[in-house]
């Protein structure tokens, strides 16, 4: 942490940052953000330098073209750190996530998805086209190794572990002939590698992309066939074809391309991408017992499942293998009840003299956020006998725009609890805003807080303005 909090001042000029650790789920890459004055970044600890020389120069490659990635601002003389811009905290799984939760996206939504598929094809012609694919890490190309690579962490991080019985030289035989026909076509494209909805940042309303140190030259169907199928992401089959046919469009400005033949190429990458990522899941889920890669398995088996029903004639052995594996009652998506938990968000205002306010849910409390940091109201006469609904407290409060920046920090941490409540399931959740009296400033929070959420995710929220014996319920 000293040596970013170093590279922030070297870079900045500002002393003593604020920093706050960014939460990561598969990466072993640290992020945290450094803020001091109006300058925010992304800092970044690294454990390989190949990495991160990797990201750092393609990066650069990409905003030389005018790719909206985040550019890299500085970086310590072992690379082992980096500063690079910050793009804010809503990636674009989190913009989805009522979608995502419900299986009903919406015209917003959709649009932010065809937006950013359209856009694919600039990284991988655009961004493709002079880059020095040497600089790529682990690998400069998506070649036999490359594939065998995946197919065997596939078949020892899942397969084995589930306890199949299975001939290894048969299933041999068949990762072979996958490994010829992915490698038939010669690409001067970069591929991307990890292309899906949380390595992709929405910023002033347009996508950016992040976390691409591990592309390298390869053919384009793989990052379609990653962000398309995406395993958590549950697109409908509808949504998929739209997203492939919004890609078609945007990639024959580079290239000519027959649909039919594009597509059905696409099937034999979606199988191998979903082998990979089931690869992946059983070292972070099954090895490494990190819940969210558990969890995503039933989801990714279920997209087996799904793929399966159109067979894969070239290779018979695995196909029927991978047909008992998604059947395996071990893999499937848990159904749930038929009165499934919905999410009710509870917001309270309240004094601190009276205390907290209890969760009658008993999980806790949730947040509780702390609003006598902003100029009190309640301090002046004539506002005394009024309250955060009021008029003149509310202009009083906006005026110098100190509260709008404290509510956004707080809509930041709230929508990242509700999005992930929702996501898992979850049935409760709380937040308090207080104040001295609970009557000015907490109010006002806890107003606009309620608001923001029902607006944003559709979800009940009952606001109780405690110390007002005041109750709003907002639908779901």
């Known amino acids: 942490m000293e040596e970013l909090i170093a590279l922030f001042e070297s870079h900045t000029g500002l002393e003593n940052p604020k920093c706050a650790k960014i939460a990561g789920e598969g990466s072993n890459r640290c992020y945290y953000r450094l803020t001091a004055g109006n300058h925010s970044v992304v800092g970044v600890k690294g454990e390989s330098v190949e990495e991160n020389n990797a990201f750092i120069e393609i ?29 804010g905290d809503t990636s674009l799984f989190k913009y989805i996530s009522k979608g995502v939760a419900t299986g009903n996206f919406s015209e917003e939504e959709e649009a932010m998805l065809m937006k950013t598929v359209a856009l694919l094809p600039d990284l991988q012609f655009k961004g493709g086209d002079g880059m020095d694919f040497s600089v790529c890490y682990p690998q400069p190309a998506f070649d036999r190794r490359c594939v065998m690579w995946d197919l065997n962490y596939f078949k020892y991080m899942f397969l084995k572990p589930l306890r199949l019985d299975f001939s290894e030289s048969r299933l041999e035989d068949d990762f072979e002939r996958m490994c010829g026909d992915l490698l038939e076509e010669n690409s001067e494209t970069f591929l991307y590698r990890d292309f899906q909805s949380r390595n992709v940042m929405v910023k002033d309303g347009n996508p950016y992309f992040i976390d691409f140190q591990g592309g390298r030259r390869g053919p384009i169907y793989y990052d379609v066939a990653s962000f398309v199928w995406q395993a958590r992401a549950k697109y409908p089959d509808s949504l998929k074809e739209k997203l492939v046919e919004g890609y078609l469009a945007a990639a024959k400005k580079y290239r000519s391309i027959d649909d039919a033949q594009f597509k059905e190429r696409l099937r034999l990458f979606v199988l191998f991408r979903n082998l990979q990522v089931l690869g992946a899941y059983g070292f972070r889920g099954l090895y490494e017992k990190k819940a969210h890669f558990i969890e995503s398995i039933p989801f990714a088996v279920a997209n087996l499942k799904d793929l399966l029903r159109g067979g894969f004639p070239n290779y018979p052995y695995l196909s029927d293998l991978l047909m ?19 999410l009710k968000v509870l917001v309270y205002s309240f004094s601190y003299k009276r205390g907290i306010p209890e969760d009658p849910s008993g999980n806790g409390g949730g947040y509780v956020f702390d609003c006598r940091g902003v100029h009190n109201p309640g301090r002046y006469e004539q506002y005394k006998p009024l309250t955060g609904l009021d008029e003149g407290v509310i202009r009083f409060l906006e005026d110098n725009g100190e509260v709008f920046r404290f509510l956004e920090n707080i ?32 109010v006002y929070s806890a107003q606009h807080l309620a608001e923001h959420i029902a607006k944003k995710f559709g979800v009940e929220v009952e606001l109780i303005h405690r110390e007002q014996d005041i109750t709003q319920v907002f639908n779901a």
Do not use: N, W
Not at 324 to 342: D, F, R
């Open 59 to 87: 990066s650069s490659h990409f905003s030389k073209k005018g790719l909206p990635v985040p550019k890299v601002l500085a970086h310590s003389e072992d690379k082992l750190y980096y500063l690079q811009e910050d793009l």
């Open 411 to 442: 809509y930041a941490l709230a929508d990242a609890h509700v999005a992930r409540y929702i996501e898992r399931g979850f049935s409760h959740l709380m937040f308090s805003c207080g104040c001295t009296g609970g009557r000015h400033r907490s």
């Open 324 to 342: 008992k594996l998604v059947e395996l009652p071990s893999l499937q998506i848990k159904e749930k009840p038929s009165e499934k938990p919905v």
